[in-house]
């Protein structure tokens, strides 16, 4: 690799030399010899390069070194051409040639990069054609004769036209390609495409300063064309060493460009200097000698031409535009989603759902409420913007504007409340005139609520859309909470009897015996049921299972909802009885003693009874487990006397 480079560097400073000698060499001998040599020299190898870059390139890249290497060759014959009768036409019929397979290399290769829009691409290149027209007619001296009627209109005249216009275009598109979206790794061949087109666009000047046509005898123009090949060979030879990340870059090629949607930075300012030009062109014919038609033609196709580029770039503002509200929903939704997955409570839930409601949709407020076990009504669960008072408000399902979401499952929008009838008279006041909208919160087909959201200007398809996706992110956020807490419950609860389990007794213990430790009053009551053993061997396991759920159903109907129930394990329960004392925890203890023992009569089996033991807590008790033994012995010690006085 590194000889590979200093190779190339050798050549590039033997030519540079080759240039510098003949700019430098006596008149006689450079117009003689060596700009037609040097051109000649130039053309051959930009073309040898660009054949050695299409070797090197995938085939989706062949077309634009294609047309290069085709210019190059064209141009070396232009001096061959210049030989012998009817010199200048052949001449400049190749000139025009290598001109138009240059822009066309050139053009290909933006077409490549822009192939998402090409219609965009073919409406500039022809703005950019008819732009350099109307310059050239407009305000180039060596045509104004020809325009004014003093020389003759000819071929030499349509071929310089032509000429200019085609060196414009490319040298535009060259700078599409250097200042669009980054190739890394290209940048080096870029830079020398677009030094070739502006040597080009030099060279195919002369008809516009009133120079002859193709190749005067002035060295300064043949050093052009033989520079503007130089560096064709230049980027080709860097193609040839770099491989196909030379010209493609090293992402691999124009087609997996990032952010397909972007505009070059050239292209968007093709259209606003378009119309600068006409404009400068129109002041410039009222204050001198008005247009010829050639002038006058040129630009009427160049306005209407910007007329359809602007009415294109219109379109695709409203397609971004639309595109970019749609990923911004997206991302909110995204964000939504996060946010509300990681909440677990369900009151949290729907406070979130309502928060985003109204930051996503900027509205003011925004109402969440929850569909009833049995259909019929609403309640508020959640409000932002809103007085904490509408919490917990009721509405019937029929006859009001979100029980009609809620039953049809479909949203539905109002510009002015008080125009509708069913909106119901406790929800006028924090309504009141302000736009709203209501989306049913669905899951798997489900309706779980109602989402609406009161605005201070109209919603739109877009605020529907929005509205309706994230009542659906509400919705599953919200069966996912409830089934958090359902999850949660059963893990803290005893299956068979409906009451806590021991884990939750074990939290609930630790909490209340730390405030106990505090001065808070607190009772173990335990219980077991008496030769329960017994009655399972006689009746079987079906039917001890029955008295357990039966027992458990006496302790939930005694036990206040501040103290905690709970089955220890087997026949044993345990009751935490918290700001009580010993005689309130011996007329509790009796009362489900005697509620079970009159209930289990009906179970048809026998007497079943049960026994109590409790303990008030002492400060000789270091832990928890402490007050629980001691209520356990004192739960034996009352079998043990109930056994002995049996």
Known sequence: MVKRRLTLAGWLVIGYGLVVAVLLSPPSVAGAVSAPFLLVAAALGAAAFSIGAVRSLPSSAIPPWAFLAASATVAALAPALQVGGGAEPRAAAATVAAHLLFCAGIGTAVQLRERDRRPEFLLDTALIAFAAIVVLLRWAPGLRPMLAGAMPVDGAFAAGLGTAVLACCGFIFSLMLLT????????????????????????ASPPALGAGFCCPPGRPFYAAFAGAFGLLALAGARIMQGGAAAFLGTNGGFADLPEPGARTRLRQIVAPLVALLIAIAVMDGALRPPFHDWTAGAIGVLGALLALRVSQLLEATRHRMAEQRQLEQSRALVEVSRALSGSTQLDDTLDRVAEWACRLLHAPAAILELLSDDGKSLEIRAAAGLPPKVLGLRFPVDGTFTGWVAKHGKPRATIDPRR???????????????????????????????????????????????????????????????????????????????????????ADLAREFAAAQRGRPLIAVMFDLNRFKEYNDEHGHIAGDEALRLFGKVLAVETRSMNLAARYGGDEFCVLLSDSDCQGARIFAERVRNRFGRMAIELRRGSLSASAGFASYSPDMLTPTDLIEAADRQLYASKARKSTAG
């Not at 190739?183 to 666009?201: E, I, K, N, P, Y």
């Open 180 to 203: 669009g979206r980054r190739q890394s790794g290209a940048r080096d061949s870029l830079v020398a495409l677009t030094g070739a087109a502006a040597l080009l666009l030099i060279a």
């Open 420 to 506: 509708e009838t069913d909106i119901h008279h406790r929800s006028r006041p924090f309504v009141g005139k302000s736009p709203l909208a209501s989306a049913p919160m669905r899951y798997q087909g489900r309706v779980l609520g109602v989402l609406t959201c009161v605005s201070q200007r109209p919603f739109d398809a877009g605020d529907f859309e929005l509205l309706g996706a994230l009542a659906d992110q509400g919705a599953i956020a919200l069966e996912n909470a409830r089934l958090f807490r359902q999850v949660d419950r059963l893990s803290k609860t005893d299956p068979l009897t409906g009451l806590a389990n021991r884990r939750q007794l074990e």
